[in-house]
């Protein structure tokens, strides 16, 4: 007996999502450039002398 995790006929559309997909990872990548500009980095203890 084979294991079938995924019936044979599902039908997901992948492509109809990919405007959103790259608006929302747009929107991460920029708030993560954000705020390393803003913040700046944490070196913490490690580079304290």
Known sequence: MRLKLVPSDTSFDFMRLRLPAMGFSGLLV??????????????????RG
């Open 30 to 47: 920029t708030a993560s450039i954000l705020m390393f500009a803003l913040v700046g980095l944490n070196l913490g203890i490690d580079f």
